[in-house]
């Protein structure tokens, strides 16, 4: 389970990985694993920091405590061979949005689109969940977002939604998408090097 603080990420594994480049931290303790993600939150280079567990997720909801969980849901649009993005914040990104009460992450990942980008879609399958930490009115959140592939035979113009900060929607060919992702979050890299190969 790999959870983003910025570029930088910590990591729930059952073994070390091999790995090269970057900066690399782990410890096989639990209670060290809030200190590494002090660590990584004040990092510029690029630091990754793995906890080694037998039980990933007991250990992920020990290191949870602290923080105030945040549900949301997003979608990756496809047009025939085209992939739905929005511009915000200085950065290119999917369109996502937090939860409301009652509603599934299906439901909500839809409903997202549709107000973000003015896009009708519909569900094709579940993708992996990411995870990320940011700080809100002081407060240290974890984001978990579900993600969905959804498709779309909308050729209407996307219109961004203005008042979540949106710049710009725009419809991708997949030669593209290598480009964007020098100026994108580094959980939705990750997501994307999950399901496609560039």
């Not at 900066?23 to 200190?35: A, C, F, G, M, P």
């Not at 950065?91 to 009708?120: I, S």
């Not at 009115?137 to 209407?156: A, L, N, Q, R, V």
């Not at 203005?162 to 964007?180: A, C, N, R």
């Amino acid at each position: 389970m790999r959870i983003f603080v910025q570029n930088n990420y910590l990591e729930f594994v059952n073994e070390y990985p091999e790995v090269t480049g970057g900066r690399v931290l782990q410890t096989e303790e639990i209670k060290d694993s809030y200190k590494l993600y002090l660590s990584l939150k004040t990092r510029t280079d690029f630091t990754r920091a793995y906890i080694k567990t037998d039980d990933i997720e007991k250990s992920f909801e020990e290191f949870a405590k602290r923080f105030k969980i945040r549900e949301a849901a997003g979608g990756l649009v496809m047009r025939d061979t085209l992939q739905l993005w929005i511009f915000r914040n200085g950065k290119w990104d999917l369109p996502k949005g937090h939860l409301e009460e009652n509603e599934t992450n299906a439901e909500a990942a839809v409903r997202e689109v549709e107000e973000e980008c003015g896009v009708k879609a519909e569900i094709v399958k579940e993708l992996p969940t990411t995870y990320h930490i940011y700080t809100y009115e002081g407060k240290e959140i974890i984001k978990k977002t579900y993600w969905f592939e959804m498709s779309t035979e909308d050729e209407s113009t996307p219109q961004p939604q203005i008042e979540e900060g949106i710049e710009k929607v725009t419809w991708l060919k997949e030669i593209e998408i290598p480009y964007i992702l020098n100026n994108t979050w580094a959980s939705i890299e990750y997501l994307l090097s999950q399901i496609i190969e560039f």
